[in-house]
């Protein structure tokens, strides 16, 4: 019995990880009852990191490093480098850069 009503046998009932416990009583006949318990959902992706290259000379911005000489931490976004900063080699604009895999 769950909720007060009686189950037939071979009910399924599926509990996902962010519900609360499920509580079942035995009903007329008893209980038999399998429990099978799934691993947690995986977690999204930690947010990969983003390495930027220049088109025009191949330097690279490495999120996870920032770039020290121009006070930009370590872990800071694209997007939030300034839109006025410019490539350390050649000088070229942040719209010259592009997402590069690693
Ligand atoms: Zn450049």
Redesign the pocket.
């Known amino acids: 019995m769950h909720g007060g009503k009686e189950h037939r046998s071979l009910a399924i009932v599926f509990v996902a990880h962010d519900e609360g416990a499920f509580t079942a009583q035995a009903g007329s006949s008893g209980l038999e009852g399998i429990v099978l318990n799934f691993p947690p959902p995986v977690h999204p992706a930690v947010e990969k990191l983003q390495t930027m290259a220049?088109k025009?000379?191949?330097?690279v911005y490495d999120q996870g490093e920032g770039y020290k000489p121009d006070q930009i931490r370590p872990d800071t976004p694209w997007e939030e480098i300034p839109e006025t900063w410019t490539?350390?080699?050649?000088?070229?604009p942040k719209s010259?850069f592009e997402e590069i895999d690693i």
């Open positions: 220049c025009l000379c191949s330097f490539c350390q080699d050649c000088g070229a010259e």
